[in-house]
């Protein structure tokens, strides 16, 4: 989740130039560069992502992004997807800035979704059966899938590429491809024609 925010509030400056897109070595660490090039082929609106690894406490994932410019348009989506947005009670207690918290007390806080602090982010959910990690803001929506085959979300397994599939046949269905983001093509970590070319040949 953390690192979600990270992607989402990087400044256009930070993001990083072609020089320094990941090593064969790192990118096909876990999978095969065939393996690989067969994702890209069959995926249309989402992509693999190579962890970055070290410190970042991120793992491999499979994503799809949508962009909204209004209320309107983020409950559009939403609608489309079958996602429900929980309200959060105006007396439902908010941290503090600056107070020191116990793991357990702020795990109590419900995460809000900045663009509309009214709502409670959706966090782990299910689309039509398909399990994935939703994330909401400045504009953006990300749906992350990892995880499925065995709970480690650090990994990515056949079933999560299933589950993005899934997911892209609804986006077709619902007349949603006019808000999938290409965004992440910003980063190298997350393989696109934009750095690596050769894997979609």
Not at 110 to 131: L, M, R
Not at 146 to 163: F, H, K, M, P, Q
Not at 175 to 190: A, I, K, P, Q, R
């Amino acid at each position: 989740m953390n690192f979600l925010k990270k992607i989402f509030n990087q400044k256009e400056e930070s993001k990083a130039p072609l020089k320094q897109k990941l090593s064969d070595d790192y990118l096909f660490r876990k999978h095969n560069r065939e393996t690989i090039k067969g994702w890209n082929k069959i995926l249309k609106f989402g992509f693999f992502k190579r962890a970055w690894g070290g410190h970042a406490n991120d793992g491999d994932e499979f994503g799809i992004w949508f962009t909204y410019k209004t209320k309107d348009e983020l409950l559009q989506i939403l609608d489309g997807l079958n996602i429900t947005l929980i309200k959060i009670p105006d007396n439902d207690q908010k941290a503090i800035p600056g107070k020191k918290y116990s793991t357990e007390e702020f795990e109590k806080f419900k995460n809000e979704i900045k663009d509309f602090p009214e709502y409670e982010q959706p966090s782990h959910i299910s689309i039509y059966s398909s399990p994935c990690f939703c994330w909401i803001e400045n504009g953006n929506i990300s749906l992350s899938f990892s995880g499925a085959a065995d709970g480690n979300r650090y990994e990515v397994t056949e079933i999560d590429l299933n589950n993005c599939i899934a997911i892209e046949k609804v986006i077709e269905q619902e007349n949603l491809g006019s808000f999938v983001s290409s965004e992440y093509e910003n980063w190298v970590t997350h393989i696109s024609k934009k750095y690596y070319v050769e894997l979609f040949e």
